[in-house]
């Protein structure tokens, strides 16, 4: 099998990165929120996003996986943490891998190091996507106006996540808590999803936190 080599995507040092909400300057908007709004938002740009595709019956795939993440692989609709490290289940053979910034060259090496001789694939693709996050009293009620995916406690528990049709385009939702969400979405929609929420949360105050 032929060495696959592995890049560093980010920028250098002379480059600046921008995120895909730099031009509405959410850090200047921190503070001048509703006192006591039922939606704080929170970008979390920059982090290092990959998907991994194998075969998760193959318990040596799932041995070299939980070797390289300290994760295990979640199983359907699930998404699996610690820290700012996350694995979420997309399908019956894919995975989405969330890390800190600046660590996913690293977790791409360890992965295609502990998978050495198996089947994998592994696609940084932190350049096209972003995570939203979303807390307080009214983050469901917002989303039942944006997605017709069933959003109660019932049918979506803390841990779970979903690719689903979000204001008539694609996301993934993941619920991290009772009052707490989070948004993956892809940076050429990013402009649209912030005009929808700030719209979809008007009636009950929209804060940003940095």
Partial sequence: ??????????????????????????????????????????????????????DGHDAAFASAVQMAVGLELPSPLKVVSSG??????????????????????AFEQKLRDAAAGLHIQVVNVSGGQSLLELHGPNVRDVLMKSTSYDV?????????????????S?????????????????????????MWLQDASSEYGLAIEA
């Fill in 152 to 168: 109660h406690p019932n049918n979506f528990p803390v841990g779970k996540g979903v690719g689903t049709v979000f204001a008539k």
């Fill in 1 to 54: 099998m032929s060495a696959i080599n592995v890049f560093e995507q980010n920028p250098s040092g002379s480059a600046k990165a921008e995120s895909p909400l730099h031009h509405a300057d959410l850090r200047s908007l921190v503070g001048k929120g509703r006192q006591n709004a039922g939606v704080t938002l929170r970008e979390r740009k920059f982090l290092g996003h990959l998907t991994l595709r194998g």
């Fill in 170 to 194: 694609q996301l993934v939702i993941r619920r991290t808590g009772e009052q707490s969400w989070e948004l993956v979405i892809r940076r050429s929609f990013a402009d649209y999803w912030w």
């Fill in 84 to 105: 700012d490290t996350s694995l979420q289940w997309m399908g019956p053979d894919e995975w989405l891998l969330i890390v800190p910034q600046g660590e996913e060259v």
